[in-house]
Structure formats: structure tokens, C-alpha cells
């Protein structure tokens, strides 16, 4: 299992002057790229390192025309705006990143888009005896996008073939650890077997992490379309796919005044999909979301969700400045793009932003410490609008979770919180918040 952070890299940190665009040489532009860069990653490893992640996605790093980087033009090509103009220099640099995580135990995974590319792609520049074709959108996603992208039709064999060698060249060649597989939903899972197949081949251990989500679809909708997509033909398919379902009803409970039994439901539902071969992938935050503290305002609201997603049974993945639980632009054009907004780093933190980290830093560093807090079966206890209290069994160890909303009086037992070590008496004052304690 992984706990991972995720860098959109236009919106990170500039550490390059020399290949900044202007506004005008995107076709599409978002107002808040700062023009971050390869560069600017390498310049901030340790800070990701010190808050303990151990594997990183990056963002789309292939050549495009807009700042998020999904509309890709040539997948053999590394972005000159977030690299250099050299494609060799450009290759060394990210070879540079990747052994700099690596030497800090980090994986790094890079996000690649197979579904669409950018509709003036680069056909002159494809290193194969292949001609890829493309075909019309196929779902009410693709026909929203369809002025910007091109959709490839892989059941023609030279574009199938061509989008898994696309994933070969950069697994041979770069000591990458994986893939973020974007929109997997928009291709069939024969697809996706034999190109996980290939991919396995070349490296045992890579990890395959799929977006299959249906951005206008209910949260049962999105639960089952995981649960379709996870194994096929008796085998899994992706090492991880990120829980839609799981983020839209967490984030939806803690925010209305219901029971909170409805947590543990989403909890024991999502559960159903962890398996020793993949398990799924957990947030709160995502670059295609708003930020969670924009839905609600609320700092206490946003430490139950962040604690909610260390203490599942699978993989966590930290949006950049989840952390520090950076705001997004709520005034922006496309709430759903809102949270693309500049990291902030240590020596502009307010103490929120110092207080937000040290609680995220304890959570990540109790995950590691106690296999509980990612292992074991949930039990359900007690609850109301107010409160839950559950409880973690894993081996002879028992991990029991409060969650609190609103404040009330310590009627359960006598506990010491894991994240401040504080201990709270019968009858002490508990304020909002979640809670952990080991017995």
C-alpha cells in the first residue's frame, strides 16, 4: 500500500524561468498557473519527503496546449514548458526527478491519458510502423470534450497496439514505478487487460492506477462501475483505482445533519473492494474537485474526512496543499476546476496552514506505525447526528475511532487520543473532531 501525493504540475512551483508561456500561447488557459515545472518539483523533494509520502503522481508531462495538460499532443515528447526546449535535456531532467524520489524511498508515477489526446496531435512523430485512428466520441463525457480532443478507436489493432507501446517506451526507459491511467472508463476492459498484461512484463511490481469515475453518475453508479472494472477475466486488472463513490458520500454526510451510521455504511460498502491483489485508492481532494474546506468551511468537518481516508484499508492520495488544506477560487468559472490554485509552501503558512500540516504529518506518520490504522475489520458501536464511535480490530489489537461533529461530553470510556496524546476522563469535554485510540 502506498500513501501518495499528487502534483499538478503548472500549479506547483516555478522553478524555471526560461519556459514560462504566456496566457496566449495556450489554447485553453486557467487563471491561476503560475508555470510550475519539473524544476520546481526537484526543488521541493524534500519537502514532500519530509511529510512522509512515499509514492508521487505527477500530472500530465507530455507536450499540450493547456495548462492542465490532458490534451496530449505527442506522448513521446516531455512538455518544453515544464522541461526545456532540448528533448534531451528535457529526458534528463526527469530522469533527474525520478532518482531524487527514489533515493528518498519515494515512487514516483507518471499520469498518462490513453483514452483522448489533444485534437492537433503529432502523427508525424510516432516511432512505430503503425497508424493509429481515431474515432467519434462515444459517452455524453467525451461529446462535452470533443472541441479539444480526439478519441482513439482501440478496436483497430495498430491503435490498440500504438497506446500500449506508448506505455512500454516510457516503463523501459525511465525507472518509473507506474501509471495514473486518466478517464480508464472511456476504454473497454479487453484493453486494459492486455495492456496491463504488457506492462506487468516489463515491470513485476507496476503499479496501474485507474480513474473510473463517471463525473455525472450517482455514487451506487460509480460503487459499481469499480467493481466491474477491478478484475476481468478472473485476474486484476489495475493494482488500484481511486473510490468515487467512497469521497462523494463522506463528504456528503459529514456535511448534513443525519445520522453518522451512514459513515460506517460508506465505510463497510467501500471495504467490499480491497483485496490482497488491489485495493482502492482514497481522498478527499482531487484536481477535478473542489477543495473539501470550500464545501463547508468548516476546519473540524475537514480533519474527520482526512482522518477517515488514513484509517481505510487501502492506498491514500494527498491532492497538493491538501496538506495544509489549501483553498480553492469558489468564484471561479468551473467550480469543479476551482481547487487549481498556487501551492503554498512553509515561509508564507499562517498557523491554520502550520496546524493543518501537523495533523496531516501525524496522520501519515500513525499509519505507518500502526499496521491497524490500514489493516483489520471495522465494527460499529454507537452513533447519532452528533457522534460514531467504531472500533478497528487487526490481530490482538483494538484501534477505536471517534468521530465528533458538535461538542459533547466524554460518556464512553476513559481513552487516549493517538494524534495529541491527550487523555480524556469520563465526564472531559470532546470538541469536533476525529479521534483514535489503541487498546
Known amino acids: 500500500m502506498f500513501n501518495g501525493y499528487h502534483i499538478l504540475l503548472k500549479f506547483f512551483y516555478n522553478g524555471y524561468r526560461g519556459n514560462d508561456y504566456n496566457e496566449n500561447d495556450y489554447l485553453h488557459h486557467e487563471k491561476h498557473n503560475i508555470e510550475g515545472d519539473l ?99 462515444q459517452s455524453p463525457q467525451e461529446i462535452r470534450w470533443q472541441n479539444l480532443f480526439l478519441f482513439w478507436n482501440v478496436e483497430d489493432p495498430d491503435t490498440k497496439e500504438f497506446l500500449i507501446r506508448v506505455g512500454e517506451y516510457w516503463l523501459k526507459n525511465f525507472d518509473i514505478d507506474g501509471y495514473r491511467l486518466d478517464h480508464a472508463i472511456g476504454l473497454p476492459k479487453d484493453f486494459w487487460f492486455d495492456f496491463s498484461k504488457r506492462m506487468k512484463d516489463i515491470k513485476k511490481n507496476v503499479i496501474l492506477l485507474g480513474e473510473i469515475w463517471n463525473d455525472q453518475g450517482n455514487d451506487e453508479e460509480n460503487y459499481n462501475l469499480i467493481k466491474d472494472f477491478l478484475f476481468y477475466k478472473d485476474e486484476n486488472v489495475f493494482t488500484s483505482l481511486f473510490d468515487f463513490s467512497f469521497y462523494s458520500k463522506i463528504t456528503n454526510i459529514i456535511n448534513k445533519n443525519i445520522n453518522l451510521e451512514n459513515l460506517f455504511l460508506a465505510i463497510e460498502q ?9 485495493k482502492m485508492t482514497y481522498f478527499i481532494e482531487n484536481h477535478d474537485l473542489p477543495r473539501f474546506i470550500d464545501y463547508t468551511d468548516n476546519l473540524d468537518y475537514f480533519k474527520i474526512a482526512m482522518g477517515l481516508v488514513f ?15 489549501l483553498r480553492g477560487d469558489k468564484n471561479y468559472q468551473n467550480f469543479n476546476e476551482s481547487g487549481r490554485v498556487p501551492m503554498i509552501f512553509p515561509e508564507n503558512w499562517s498557523c491554520k496552514e502550520k496546524e493543518i500540516y501537523g495533523f496531516t504529518k501525524k496522520l501519515l506518520n ?6 491497524i490504522m490500514s489493516q483489520g475489520n471495522f465494527k460499529y458501536i454507537d452513533s447519532s447526528n452528533d457522534y460514531l464511535i467504531m472500533r478497528k480490530n487487526y490481530k490482538r489489537e483494538y484501534l477505536h475511532i471517534y468521530i465528533v461533529k458538535k461538542t459533547i461530553n466524554n460518556n464512553f470510556k476513559k481513552f487516549k487520543n493517538l494524534i495529541d496524546e491527550k487523555i480524556y476522563k469520563i465526564n472531559d469535554t470532546i470538541t469536533p473532531g476525529i479521534y483514535f485510540s489503541i487498546r
Not at 82 to 93: M, V
Not at 271 to 277: H, R, T, V
Not at 366 to 371: A, E, I, S, T
Open 39 to 137: 524544476q520546481g518539483v526537484l526543488e521541493k523533494i524534500d519537502y514532500i519527503a519530509d511529510l512522509g509520502i512515499d509514492l508521487v503522481y505527477l500530472g500530465p508531462i507530455f507536450d499540450s496546449e493547456t495548462t492542465h495538460g490532458y490534451d496530449t499532443k505527442d506522448y513521446f515528447k516531455i512538455s518544453e514548458n515544464i522541461a526545456y526546449k532540448d528533448p534531451e535535456k528535457s529526458k534528463n531532467l526527469l530522469n533527474k526527478v525520478i532518482s531524487e524520489f527514489h533515493k528518498r524511498d519515494i515512487k514516483i508515477i507518471l499520469d498518462l491519458v490513453l483514452n483522448h489526446a489533444s485534437k492537433n496531435y503529432n502523427f508525424e512523430n510516432i516511432p512505430f510502423d503503425l497508424k493509429p485512428k481515431t474515432e467519434s466520441p
Open 270 to 278: 467501500s471495504e467490499k473492494l480491497n483485496f490482497d491483489e488491489a
Open 311 to 325: 484509517i481505510m484499508n487501502g492506498n491514500t492520495m494527498l491532492e497538493y496543499g491538501n496538506e495544509i488544506c
Open 366 to 371: 500513525l499509519r505507518k506505525d500502526y499496521g
